[in-house]
């Protein structure tokens, strides 16, 4: 298996949500509404998940080995500190003196 594609749809700096991805697994294959979220130690990945009739969520997808679970998690993060690296560039230049 080989992740081709991270796509961060959603970037938010409050709460413990902190972005929504999209994954895409071997060009055939595109996972949404994967969550990066603070935890009380560290930033963490959850999988796609919705409330059943008792009321406990259950992920919809997810990796099945703890190999799967680390690429998974790897990929995602990365790609998270990526863009905010782009965006905090963006932002310096924004704020930066136009040269004359």
């Known amino acids: 298996m080989e992740i081709t594609d991270v796509k961060i749809r959603k970037i938010l700096s ?4 902190r972005a929504v991805v999209s994954v895409t697994i071997d060009e055939m ?4 509404d ?3 979220v ?9 999988m796609p998940s919705r409330k059943d009739e008792n009321g406990v969520f259950r992920d919809i997808v997810h990796p ?4 799967a679970r680390k690429l998974f998690e790897q990929s995602i993060l ?3 500190e ?7 560039t963006e932002e310096a230049q924004e704020e930066a003196p136009a040269e004359e």
């Open 14 to 17: 409050e709460g413990r949500l």
């Open 29 to 32: 294959l595109a996972v949404h």
């Open 34 to 36: 994967i969550k990066v």
């Open 38 to 46: 603070q935890g009380d130690e560290r930033l963490f990945v959850a």
């Open 64 to 67: 099945i080995s703890p190999s």
């Open 78 to 80: 990365e790609a998270y």
């Open 82 to 88: 990526r863009q905010l690296a782009i965006m905090e």
